[in-house]
């Protein structure tokens, strides 16, 4: 790997409005590439400073989704919190807020008033339901972006009730998606100069992760039911069980199911008209079913597994998360990398999952902590003398203690 000094988006400055998930899981994949992140957080500090898995009083998922970043502590309900909102702005490239729609407009921080402080400024706004339409107004987090959009209905067992995914998806993949459009708007403001006001919702993002349930919508006229841990629309494909667990296989054609047929000693099976097409073998998935792990039955997943592989059948154990940060796979591709912090020691930082050839990985840095950058940041990007900042960190603190 060829490294070079600067990442995709170094020198880009983005002020970070954003709270708990969405926003700052967004903000640390645009870190990761190079942006100077400038977290804006109450005297309280974010949210999730106080939630998930703590250690020693501080939140491990806080630090997780902040790394990379600055922290300047601010009041943005007051008058000099929002002055310092304005200064910085000026400043900056991009900015990422996940307020309910109309808040930050109340507050005098609405693309509007931002982007009159610079008008190629790309600013980037998270909600639930999105800026505008009939839900806009509604609260929503995670499992009820999960549960209107359609995900859950296609979750779970079939006779069993829809689940949400194990993770926070309905607020993740917003983060996603607002990375991408952030990138994509800065590199139309490269070649126009031209700003963009950017529009994320979690319900539309996950809507968008449904295209095998929309297309069987659009066939059939009906919602898709819920498959379990089988493939909606092919078999086999989805978890079997062997002698000592389960065991995922992927077959989406006629040439492998001819291979996985011959491998569990039924040559016969695709002359059987009941497995002879794709379709016909999903209609017939359980009794396909009963052939495949009656073979699978006296071994175990793992000899299973390596008996499918070595005929080229795509096969693959179910790992638990720690199997999975812990193996091999993980550490070549440096998706974690170990940081040692003050308050919790150790800790595993994630990173963004594209890998540039041109510049190496490895260089994650622990969150900050609460309002540790807000002097450097005012003086330095806004320009405010020492006095103004010593005034405006006092307030500060004197809000901190009284919240």
């Excluded at 993002?205 to 629309?233: C, E, I, W």
């Amino acid at each position: 790997m060829n490294t070079v000094t600067r990442r995709p988006l170094d020198g880009v400055r983005i002020l970070d409005l954003t709270r708990v998930l969405s926003g700052p899981f967004c903000t640390a994949l645009l870190a990761d590439i190079g942006a100077e992140v400038i977290k804006i957080e109450s005297p309280a500090g974010d949210d999730q400073r106080h939630m998930g898995a703590m250690r020693n009083g501080r939140s491990i998922n806080f630090e997780l989704i902040n790394r990379n970043k600055k922290s300047l502590c601010a009041d943005l309900k007051s008058a000099a919190g929002q002055a310092a909102i304005a200064d910085l702005v000026p400043h900056c490239d991009v900015v990422v807020e996940n307020f309910r729609p109309g808040v930050a407009a109340r507050l005098g921080l609405g693309p509007e008033a931002l982007c009159a402080l610079r008008p190629d400024l790309i600013h980037c706004s998270i909600s639930g339901f999105g800026q505008a339409g009939p839900l806009a107004a509604r609260p929503s987090y995670d499992v009820v972006a999960q549960a209107m959009s359609g995900f859950m209905s296609v979750t779970g067992e079939p006779d069993g009730p829809p689940v949400f995914a194990g993770d926070s998806i309905g607020d993740t993949v917003p983060g996603l998606y607002a990375a991408w459009a952030i990138c994509a708007a800065l590199f139309r403001r490269e070649r126009t100069g031209q700003g963009e006001r950017i529009d994320i919702s979690m319900f539309d993002s996950l809507f968008s992760l449904l295209p095998t349930a929309l297309s069987q919508y659009q066939l059939t006229g009906k919602a898709p039911p819920r498959t379990g841990a089988n493939h909606p629309l092919s078999a086999p494909f989805g978890a079997y069980r062997a002698g000592d667990g389960y065991f995922v296989l992927a077959v989406a054609n006629g040439a492998l199911f001819r291979k996985l047929s011959a491998a569990i000693g039924a040559p016969e099976l695709p002359d059987d008209p009941r497995f002879a097409s794709d379709q016909a073998r999903r209609t017939n998935e359980p009794a396909l079913r009963a052939v495949i792990e009656a073979w699978a039955a006296p071994l175990g997943a793992a000899e299973a597994i390596a008996r499918l592989e070595a005929e080229g059948i795509p096969a693959a154990p179910i790992w638990d998360l720690a199997q999975a940060a812990r193996s091999p796979q993980i550490a070549a591709r440096q998706l974690l990398c170990r940081r040692e912090t003050a308050a919790l020691g150790a800790l595993d930082l994630p990173e963004q999952p594209a890998l540039f050839a041109s510049y190496a990985r490895g260089a994650q840095a622990p969150a900050p902590d609460l309002g540790a950058d807000t002097a450097d940041i005012l003086a330095t990007v806004a320009g405010w003398d020492q006095a103004r900042i010593a005034a405006f960190v006092d307030l500060a603190s004197t809000l901190k203690e009284t919240d």
